[in-house]
Every structure is written in C-alpha cells, then in structure tokens.
C-alpha cells in the first residue's frame, strides 16, 4: 500500500492520510507504518518514498560516505534550515548561520 502511494516523481505526497488508512484496514500502529516507510526509503533510487524535497535530500545525503560525520552534520542542517537559501544560491547567509 506505501509503495502504491509513491507518485510519479518519486515522492509520498499524502502519507499522513495514507498511513490513517493502512492502520485501520491493516490493523497496526503508526511506528509499523513508520517502520515500513523507513524500509521502502532506503531502496533505489535514494530518496524514493520521500514526503517532501528536503526530506528526499536528507536520505540521499545519509546515503552517502562523507570524510567526517561533522561535514554530513553540516549539509544536513543546510538542507532542513536553508533551503531557500540553497535554491537562491545564498551561500554566504548559510555559512554566516552555521558558522562555517
């Protein structure tokens, strides 16, 4: 049933209401759904199954093998507060937010 919500892109648009559906006709709780989620994610392509563009980012930089832990801790955190500023190319706003 999650993998039949996946769309076109690649995304989970509307997880919430579908995982109110699997509990209640599955009969199992939302950390099982959760559980499952966090299964199909970690398939090819990374990020598949993600319910937004930052949260696809986050898996696909979590897929990878950075030099330090501290680096994949950075881009984590420029992806879930700097977004907009990624897409305006505002590097310097992030480095002066991160102090980096």
């Known amino acids: ?3 039949g919500g996946i769309d076109d892109r690649g995304y989970m ?3 919430e209401n579908l995982s109110k559906k699997i509990i209640d006709e599955l009969e199992v709780t ?3 759904v959760d559980d499952a989620l966090d299964i199909i994610q970690s398939f090819e392509p990374e990020g598949i199954g993600a319910r937004s563009l930052k949260e ?3 898996i696909q930089i979590k897929e990878q093998s950075f ?3 501290e680096l994949e801790e950075i881009l984590i955190k420029a ?3 700097h977004l ?3 897409a305006n190319k505002d590097f310097g ?4 937010s991160l102090k980096i």
């Open 67 to 69: 030099e330090t832990p």
């Open 30 to 32: 939302q950390k099982e």
């Open 56 to 58: 696809c980012l986050i």
């Open 1 to 3: 049933m999650i993998i």
């Open 93 to 96: 706003r992030i480095v002066k």
């Open 13 to 15: 648009p509307d997880y």
């Open 84 to 86: 907009e500023d990624l």
């Open 79 to 81: 992806i879930e507060n």
